[in-house]
């Protein structure tokens, strides 16, 4: 897919795990040990951990049914970096869209020891193998709220969920955005937010951004989907 990401909202997301192997990476291991160790050899701080990664994606009505399989890290990111050649399996992964009480969205700066260094999007990340309930449900909102936390120190209770998806469509790329609001101002909330990445040894997030306009947001470092969410967010307050 090419120009600008698909937005469309949904009611609910519902999110399975599939007990893997993942095909395409048992048949491509030999190039994703190769590119991990590339990786790991420029940025040591990677670790190869487990993720989902979605197999299937598809709408229905109002609501959007995704499939995940476990896999590791490395052929994560490999596959990433390929291009996400096998079009049916993508990355679908949720974001908070954190506003703040007087209108600005608070955006986070991507750590230099991170896969996307230098990156400027919501908090958020891809699911992981914690965020699979008991039933073999994926709790997509569960995991926004834990990258939330991680990322920012925001705890659930200081937050407010509304409800409902936006979803956006970009190439191998699904993200998940989740309208969450704080009761502070913007540069409240960053004050907040800055004192605990001050006290974090070693925080995914270098610092936080304010948007208070969608202009703000055009620039390489911030994801397509991102600004795309921003537009629509900030020229529906408008009408």
């Known amino acids: ?13 519902v999110a399975r795990l599939d007990e893997g ?5 048992m048949a491509e291991r030999a190039r994703i040990d190769a590119h991990w160790a590339g990786l790991i050899a420029a940025n040591p701080a990677l670790y190869n951990g487990q993720v989902l990664i979605a197999r299937d994606r598809r709408f229905a009505g109002n609501r959007l049914e ?4 476990p896999t590791d890290y490395a052929a994560f990111l490999t596959f990433r970096d390929l291009g996400f050649p096998e079009p049916s399996t993508s990355n679908c992964f949720g974001l908070a869209a954190l506003r703040a009480s007087d209108g600005g969205f608070l955006l986070g700066v991507m750590g230099g020891h991170t896969a996307n260094p230098g990156r400027v999007y919501f908090p958020g990340g891809t699911p992981e193998p914690a965020d699979v309930l008991p039933d073999g449900r994926v709790d997509l ?3 926004v709220l834990r990258e939330l936390g991680e990322e920012t120190g925001l705890r659930p209770e200081e937050v407010e969920v509304r409800p409902g998806w936006t979803v956006a469509v970009e190439g191998g790329r ?14 409240a909330a960053r004050a907040r937010i800055m004192e605990f990445l001050d006290a974090e040894a070693e925080p995914e997030l270098a610092g936080i951004r304010i948007i208070r306009a969608p202009e703000e947001a055009e620039q390489d470092a911030v994801p397509g989907f991102v600004r795309s969410y921003l537009r629509h967010a900030f020229r529906s307050q408008a009408d």
């Open 141 to 143: 909102l569960g995991n």
């Open 66 to 69: 995704v499939r995940y399989t």
């Open 174 to 187: 699904t993200a998940l955005m989740r309208d969450i609001r704080i009761d502070l101002p913007a540069e």
């Open 1 to 13: 897919m090419t120009g600008q990401p698909k937005l469309c909202r949904v009611d609910e997301v």
């Open 21 to 25: 192997p993942w095909p395409w990476a």
